[in-house]
Protein backbone atom coordinates (compact mmCIF):
# COMPACT_ATOMS: atom_id res chain seq x y z
CA UNK A 1 0.00 0.00 0.00
CA UNK A 2 1.61 3.54 -0.57
CA UNK A 3 0.50 6.35 1.76
CA UNK A 4 -1.29 9.24 0.15
CA UNK A 5 -0.29 12.80 1.76
CA UNK A 6 -0.29 16.41 0.33
CA UNK A 7 1.37 17.09 4.12
CA UNK A 8 4.96 16.38 2.58
CA UNK A 9 4.60 19.16 -0.93
CA UNK A 10 3.25 22.02 1.73
CA UNK A 11 6.04 21.14 4.06
CA UNK A 12 8.61 21.85 1.59
CA UNK A 13 6.82 24.83 0.19
CA UNK A 14 7.07 26.07 3.54
CA UNK A 15 11.17 24.75 3.96
CA UNK A 16 11.51 27.40 0.54
CA UNK A 17 9.68 30.61 1.95
CA UNK A 18 11.42 30.24 4.84
CA UNK A 19 15.20 29.84 3.23
CA UNK A 20 14.19 32.47 0.64
CA UNK A 21 12.77 34.81 3.73
CA UNK A 22 13.35 34.42 6.97
CA UNK A 23 11.12 34.05 10.12
CA UNK A 24 11.47 37.35 12.06
CA UNK A 25 13.59 37.06 15.22
CA UNK A 26 12.21 37.92 18.81
CA UNK A 27 13.85 41.68 18.27
CA UNK A 28 11.66 42.13 15.67
CA UNK A 29 8.36 41.24 16.91
CA UNK A 30 9.23 42.62 20.20
CA UNK A 31 10.03 46.13 18.32
CA UNK A 32 6.92 45.58 16.39
CA UNK A 33 5.04 45.25 19.96
CA UNK A 34 7.08 48.85 21.11
CA UNK A 35 5.81 50.67 17.63
CA UNK A 36 2.30 49.59 18.32
CA UNK A 37 2.33 50.36 21.72
CA UNK A 38 3.79 54.35 20.83
CA UNK A 39 1.19 54.18 18.28
CA UNK A 40 -1.90 53.34 20.29
CA UNK A 41 -0.71 56.20 22.85
CA UNK A 42 0.25 58.81 20.28
CA UNK A 43 -3.99 58.06 19.37
CA UNK A 44 -4.74 58.19 23.00
CA UNK A 45 -2.83 61.71 23.63
CA UNK A 46 -4.54 63.16 20.57
CA UNK A 47 -7.91 62.09 21.63
CA UNK A 48 -7.38 63.82 24.92
CA UNK A 49 -6.06 66.73 23.60
CA UNK A 50 -9.41 67.03 21.30
CA UNK A 51 -7.14 67.49 17.61
CA UNK A 52 -9.39 67.38 14.28
CA UNK A 53 -10.72 64.30 13.43
CA UNK A 54 -8.44 64.34 10.22
CA UNK A 55 -5.39 64.38 12.19
CA UNK A 56 -6.41 61.62 14.15
CA UNK A 57 -8.16 59.47 11.36
CA UNK A 58 -3.97 59.66 9.88
CA UNK A 59 -3.07 58.28 12.75
CA UNK A 60 -5.03 55.65 13.24
CA UNK A 61 -4.82 54.73 9.69
CA UNK A 62 -1.08 53.82 10.60
CA UNK A 63 -1.93 52.28 13.98
CA UNK A 64 -3.92 49.80 12.23
CA UNK A 65 -0.66 49.49 9.61
CA UNK A 66 1.47 48.54 12.57
CA UNK A 67 -0.79 45.88 14.14
CA UNK A 68 -1.30 44.29 10.81
CA UNK A 69 2.71 44.40 10.45
CA UNK A 70 2.93 42.96 13.90
CA UNK A 71 0.16 40.02 13.13
CA UNK A 72 1.87 39.10 10.25
CA UNK A 73 5.46 39.13 11.59
CA UNK A 74 3.59 36.65 14.98
CA UNK A 75 1.94 34.66 11.68
CA UNK A 76 5.64 34.02 9.64
CA UNK A 77 7.30 33.17 13.48
CA UNK A 78 5.24 30.19 13.90
CA UNK A 79 6.07 28.66 10.75
CA UNK A 80 8.09 25.66 11.37
CA UNK A 81 9.62 23.42 8.65
CA UNK A 82 8.97 20.11 8.00
CA UNK A 83 5.25 17.89 7.97
CA UNK A 84 3.25 19.27 10.80
CA UNK A 85 3.52 17.16 14.40
CA UNK A 86 1.47 17.03 17.44
CA UNK A 87 2.49 15.29 20.27
CA UNK A 88 4.87 13.17 18.46
CA UNK A 89 3.04 12.38 15.94
CA UNK A 90 1.99 13.33 12.39
CA UNK A 91 -0.87 15.65 12.46
CA UNK A 92 -2.93 14.80 9.65
CA UNK A 93 -5.85 17.44 10.66
CA UNK A 94 -4.46 19.56 8.06
CA UNK A 95 -4.13 16.87 5.28
CA UNK A 96 -6.73 16.51 1.99
CA UNK A 97 -8.52 13.48 3.86
CA UNK A 98 -7.85 14.89 7.45
CA UNK A 99 -6.26 11.61 8.47
CA UNK A 100 -4.30 9.06 7.38
CA UNK A 101 -4.83 7.16 4.11
CA UNK A 102 -3.38 4.47 1.96
CA UNK A 103 -3.84 3.30 -1.60
CA UNK A 104 -3.94 -0.02 -2.35
CA UNK A 105 -1.69 -2.02 -5.05
CA UNK A 106 -3.41 -3.36 -7.92
CA UNK A 107 -3.49 -3.57 -11.51
CA UNK A 108 -6.01 -1.49 -12.07
CA UNK A 109 -4.00 1.25 -10.57
CA UNK A 110 -0.89 0.32 -12.98
CA UNK A 111 -2.99 0.35 -16.10
CA UNK A 112 -4.25 3.93 -15.22
CA UNK A 113 -0.84 5.65 -14.77
CA UNK A 114 -0.30 3.75 -18.47
CA UNK A 115 -3.70 5.09 -19.82
CA UNK A 116 -2.19 8.75 -19.47
CA UNK A 117 0.39 7.52 -21.75
CA UNK A 118 -0.88 5.52 -24.52
CA UNK A 119 -4.27 5.22 -26.14
CA UNK A 120 -5.45 1.46 -25.35
CA UNK A 121 -4.57 -0.23 -22.39
CA UNK A 122 -6.50 -3.49 -21.31
CA UNK A 123 -6.33 -5.60 -18.05
CA UNK A 124 -7.26 -9.22 -17.82
CA UNK A 125 -7.42 -9.56 -14.30
CA UNK A 126 -10.53 -9.16 -12.11
CA UNK A 127 -11.04 -5.78 -10.61
CA UNK A 128 -13.46 -4.90 -7.88
Keep these: MFQVTTLIGDAEKVEKELIKNPPPSKADIEAAKA ?19 AEI ?47 TVSGQLQVETYACAVCSVYTFEPTF
Excluded at 60 to 68: H, I, Q, R, Y
Excluded at 77 to 96: A, E, R, T
Design 57 to 103: TAFVAELNKAKENLSRLEERSKLKPGIPQKDGKIHYSQDIFARQAFL
Design 35 to 53: LVKEKEEAVAQLKSAKVGK
